[in-house]
């Protein structure tokens, strides 16, 4: 069983500080790796992509992927109200038909 | 904006029911996918075709029935359906099935009474 763990939250920050959500996965043979953004009642939208080692960085978003430990996480700087949504963590084993999502970290950014 | 519509957004439907939900991609993908989204759950994979050939059915009961007549359309037919079949369904497209990104519609919310 292919597994994505992710805390489920809430995680909350104050506006302006550095919200750190984290995600680990059981498939050792997972080649991609993706952050969604969901806010309440709404569908996901795909905010990141990551398949090597390292960080990948867009605007305000860092996504970092660490293959030997079976962990990604989302950096997300400078936070803002209205980041305040519900984050899921999504990896594939092979190609997109095997994707597995976590349950989603959601975080609150305090005003 | 979606390039993924999705109808109905929401729909309330007996157990005796048939019904359909209906999604349209203006993306130009060649993937699409069913998910159910239940509460305190990850998101379920349940069909996904690629060039109108359905690739995977993740042990989805019968009475969910997928139907996709071209690339641009995919449908879920649904009839006697349970209460815990209470959920979102969304649907999704990609270019293709190999490592690509999905983008979702806005859902349907399905309530079963």
């Known amino acids: 069983q292919k597994e994505v763990e992710q805390n489920s939250g809430p995680l909350s920050v104050p506006e302006g500080a550095i919200a750190s959500l984290n995600c680990t996965y059981s498939?050792?043979?997972?080649?991609?790796f993706f952050w969604y953004r969901q806010y309440s009642g709404k569908s996901p939208e795909l905010i990141m992509s990551i398949y090597s080692n390292g960080d990948k960085e867009d605007g305000r978003f860092t996504a970092q992927l660490n293959k030997a430990s079976q962990y990604v996480s989302l950096l997300i700087r400078d936070s803002q109200p209205s980041d305040s949504a519900t984050y899921l963590c999504a990896v594939s084993s092979g190609g997109y038909q095997k994707v597995t999502f976590g349950i989603g970290t959601k975080l609150q950014v305090i005003p | 904006e979606t390039g993924v519509t999705q109808t109905p957004r929401h729909l309330v439907m007996g157990m005796t029911n048939k019904k359909s939900l209906k999604c349209e991609q203006h993306?130009?993908?060649?993937?699409m996918y069913w998910y159910k989204q239940s509460a305190k759950k990850p998101l379920e994979l349940m069909f996904v075709y690629n060039f109108k050939e359905q690739t995977e059915n993740n042990s989805v009961p019968s009475r969910f029935s997928p139907e996709c007549p071209n690339s641009s359309h995919l449908f879920l037919h649904l009839h006697t359906l349970q209460p815990e079949d209470s959920a979102l369904y969304l649907c999704a497209s990609s270019r293709d099935t190999l490592n690509t990104e999905a983008f979702f519609g806005q859902g349907t919310r399905l309530t079963v009474v």
């Open positions: 993306l130009g993908h060649n993937a």
């Open positions: 498939d050792r043979g997972s080649q991609s």
